[in-house]
């Protein structure tokens, strides 16, 4: 069963980064697609940024201009950077991949954004 395991998060400024790394316990070599979802307190789990097999990214307009998705090797496969950051950035991240065969979610990490 494969595990994915987040890392990066933490706490940061108003308008500072941060670069959250999805780490697999098993090398990744094809995918559908690999992205990055946040759920903040009392709300859904909502999608932060997705990137494809062929590298088509999609990010929310909440996000956009602000954050990048990338892909990295076969066992840290996807990496998310956070610029400018803002309160409402405020949630628990979670890594996904979607392969031909499963959906694989990581146990999230915490990004909080005050000063």
């Known amino acids: 069963q494969l595990e994915l395991a987040e890392s990066g998060g933490g706490l940061v400024q108003p308008g500072g980064s941060l670069r959250l790394s999805c780490a697999a316990s098993?090398?990744?070599?094809?995918?559908?697609?690999m992205g990055w979802y946040r759920q903040a307190p009392g709300k859904q789990r909502e999608l932060v940024a997705t990137?494809?097999?062929?590298?088509?990214?999609n990010y929310p307009d909440s996000v956009k201009g602000r954050f990048t998705i990338s892909r990295g090797n076969a066992k840290n496969p996807v990496y998310l950077q956070m610029n400018s950051l803002k309160p409402e950035d405020t949630a628990v991240y979670y890594c996904?991949?979607?392969?031909?065969?499963?959906?694989?979610w990581g146990q999230g990490t915490q990004v909080t954004v005050s000063s």
């Open positions: 996904h991949i979607a392969t031909m065969l499963n959906d694989y």
């Open positions: 990137i494809t097999s062929a590298g088509s990214t």
């Open positions: 098993a090398s990744i070599f094809r995918f559908n697609a």
